[in-house]
Nanobody, 122 residues
């Protein structure tokens, strides 16, 4: 059984920082692209940042220069460092993996974590 477990969310004042973590568990051989999405109340889920297995990263315009995505393939973990947070960053943040290769071998596509709440007060 494969799981993506997020942690690190919480309440922070505007201008503050948070670091989200997402750890994949299971008999995992490799994970392709990993990403962070977010969904604010009443809005559709949007891509925040993604990172390839090789470490190349892409960011949404709204977070460029403030957020940094990183990963450790040996630990099957991805992080999102969020600095200079704004009230409009308030959302549930979801970890996503586009393909997880596990023992078998078999793979799981389009895998999501359960989400972690980030609230930024003004």
């Amino acid at each position: 059984q494969v799981q993506l477990v997020e942690s690190g969310g919480g309440l922070v004042q505007a201008g503050g920082s948070l670091r989200l973590s997402c750890a994949a568990s299971g008999s995992i051989f490799s994970i392709n692209d990993m990403a962070w999405y977010r969904q604010a109340p009443g809005k559709t889920r949007e891509l925040v940042a993604y990172i390839t297995n090789g470490g190349s990263a892409v960011y949404a315009e709204s977070v460029k220069g403030r957020f940094t995505i990183s990963r450790d393939n040996a630990k099957n973990t991805v992080w999102l460092q969020m600095n200079s947070l704004k009230p409009e960053d308030t959302a549930v943040y979801y970890c996503h993996a586009d393909r997880i290769l596990v023992a078998g071998p078999r793979y799981f596509d389009d895998y999501w974590g359960q989400g972690t709440q980030v609230t930024v007060s003004s």
